[in-house]
């Protein structure tokens, strides 16, 4: 093989390495990346928590699930997936969240992969860290 | 109708053959409270915390509302006929003229003398000032039967927060509508009706049985929810000298009763929806008293379940609480002469108590 053909690929990963600021490897990641997807996520947490406290960006009536919820209590989102009896067979929160935006909020069912959908799930389960899992409880 | 307590018959409690299968359908406390010399006895129908709720031109949140017109209903069905009725606080959400109008239409339909109790969703858009053009004072005291009544306002809280703190009385009301909304303020009494009280008391016999209605537990529970009143200790002090003081308390949309000293404590259940028991946040310590046995765990999938109104009956002073649980069994608390505290009739002991009441 051709070294010279190299170098301009070699230069070219140098740059790249020196650009951010260490010479990282795929699996591993800085405190700075941490930092950066610790806030990534509380952004989400914090978009959760503003769609669980209003009454219009989800429901139709004014109701904002904190008013059953505060701060995301009796949620158990520790709990799921789990047997819903009301509903007759084995459900992940997002079905049980849309059942309630459905119902006491008179709105529309969210995709489960809908951002806001995403985000309330985020607020939920930080409410509730800490806890131990325990699939399947009632 | 007749006073021979146990002479009397159910069908003379109810007037009609309609109401009789109404009354059928209804919790057997309704009827059992009906013995005993009526003379003596004061009771008096409790409903509270029905948050009636606006959404736009006529309507309101239909839940809600249900529930508020089927605890008029039942009341409306008592017999013998309740001494009177209260209104615990928060009749509205965000305390507007429309929420406030509409709820006192659906209490109109209420047989009988109707007091009121202020919450904070009554109270922080305009100060109260609706609300008393309505229903009246919004701290006062009155007599029946040898009995000592009292009404607070105590969602009151610091004069900062209330006049200086949001640009709008419409931020003002969202803010401290939020249970949980670290913007929120503690709930009391304050000084000017700590010093009304103290006055009140002042001609009232140490034997004679003190009742104190509000709207917040006037004891600390919770301060993260406002299940708190931040001039608690000062109320009780003021109440303590007296032998038999009982504070009946709204707010909390949850079963929750305790004994400090001299004073028992009850809440009363919502109309509108329930609550979670503190401890089922996981981020914070409560203090629910030991003495509580909690309310089933609502299932949301029956509306009006965890929520209800109650029956109250204040025989030799000690007052009994008859709590009307629409889809579970009802529960009375009463007080009990051999432990000196107030206890859950059937539920109190560990032994008793059933998986529904483990809150996590």
Known sequence: MNTTRKMPAVVALFAVLLMSGGPLRADEFSEKDLQRWQQQFQDTVQTGRALWTSGTDLGTNGVACAQCHPNAANTHPETYPKFQKQIGRVVRLWETINWCIRNPLEGKALAADDPKMVALEAYVTWERRGVALDPGKH | MSKQGSGIKRRDFVKTAAVTAMAGALPVSLVELAFGKQQDNISFAYISDSHIQHIRGTEFVRNWDRGLIRAVAETNLLAPKPDFVMFGGDLAQLGTKPELDHGAEIMSALKGKVRYVMGEHDYYLDLGKYWSKLFGPQYYSFDLKGVHFVVLNSIRTFDDWTYNRWPTAEQRMSEMAGLDNPNGSPFMV????????????????????????????????????????????????????????????????????????????????????????????????????KLTVPMNRADPFFERDATGWQFINVATGNVDLNYTLYNNRSRRVAFNAVTGQPEDTVYQSPDSRIAPQTHY
């Open chain 2, 190 to 289: 304050g000084d000017e009706q700590r010093v009304w009280l103290k006055s009140d008391l002042a001609r009232v016999g140490k034997q004679t049985p003190v009742v104190v209605f509000s709207h917040s537990p006037l004891q600390k529970i919770y301060k993260g929810w406002n299940f708190w009143t931040e001039d608690a200790e000062q109320v009780q002090a003021l109440l303590q000298p007296f032998d038999q003081v009982t504070v009946v308390y709204g707010h909390v949309h949850q079963i929750q009763y305790n004994q400090i000293g001299n004073i028992r404590f009850h809440s009363v259940m919502a109309t509108a929806w329930p609550w979670p028991y503190p401890q089922s946040y996981a981020q914070a310590a409560s203090h629910l008293p």
